[in-house]
């Protein structure tokens, strides 16, 4: 069983609906989430960052982090063609001083016009 | 530049062929690292480096791959002797300090294998 399990989706869903995107993962000592954006051919761009439980909100995104069940989300607003990517969750306990992120597999969404 | 600049874009090697992968991290950025993404699969970790350290080499397939930071900023990822099962897109990021900071990505180098 991977440490970070996130469906691959596909997601489609239309324009301006309200997209959810879930991970549920196993370490309980990940204390850092953090949550991608990857189009084709590009590398993964940071959407957002969040330390611990509890959520967080930038323009269109929040992010919530449940630690209790393990569980982190996604949510995406008034959702538009340009978010068509595929979403990452990432995570770490920055234990060791490494730093390194565990990733999900990616959800791929498309956002219809 | 402004962001992590990675270089080749694509690489074609023919099985056998080392290939040296290039990374300019940001400026100033302290940490370094290495992912390794499969078709389909979320990136997954090779390396760490902080400054010219390298502290984490775990992810590391093989002793083919070989990482170095010498002078703690531009890094080169090394793999000898590659085989049709590195071809992937390596990926290096970036942060501004050790650990407990978000990483930032480079766009990629793919490598194919043939």
């Known amino acids: 069983q991977k440490e970070v399990e996130q469906d691959p989706g596909p997601l489609s869903v239309p324009e301006g609906a309200i997209v959810s995107l879930n991970c549920t993962y196993s370490?309980?000592?990940?204390?850092?989430f953090m949550w991608y954006r990857q189009y084709s051919r590009k590398g993964p761009e940071l959407l957002m960052y969040t330390y611990s439980s509890g959520n967080k909100e930038d323009g269109r995104f929040t992010a919530q982090v449940d630690k209790s069940s393990k569980y982190i989300s996604l949510f995406i607003r008034d959702s538009q063609p340009s978010d068509s990517a595929t979403y990452l969750c990432a995570m770490s306990d920055f234990s060791g001083n490494t730093g390194k992120l565990i990733f999900g597999q990616g959800t791929t969404l498309q956002v219809k016009p | 530049g402004a962001g992590v600049s990675q270089s080749p874009r694509y690489k074609v090697a023919k099985r056998g062929q080392d290939v040296a992968l290039r990374c300019d991290p940001i400026?100033?950025?302290?940490?370094l690292f290495w992912y390794q993404q499969a078709l389909g699969q979320g990136p997954e970790f090779l390396t760490y480096?902080?400054?010219?350290?390298?502290?984490?080499k775990s992810g590391l397939p093989s002793d083919r791959f070989f990482a170095e930071r010498p002078e703690g900023s531009v890094s080169t990822l090394k793999i000898q002797r590659t085989q049709q099962e590195d071809s992937a897109v390596y990926l290096c990021?970036?942060?501004?300090?050790?650990?407990?900071?978000?990483?930032?990505f480079g766009q990629g180098t793919r490598l194919t294998v043939v």
């Open positions: 370490n309980s000592a990940f204390q850092y």
């Open positions: 480096f902080q400054n010219e350290a390298q502290l984490d």
């Open positions: 990021a970036s942060s501004y300090t050790e650990g407990r900071a978000e990483a930032f």
């Open positions: 400026s100033g950025h302290v940490s």
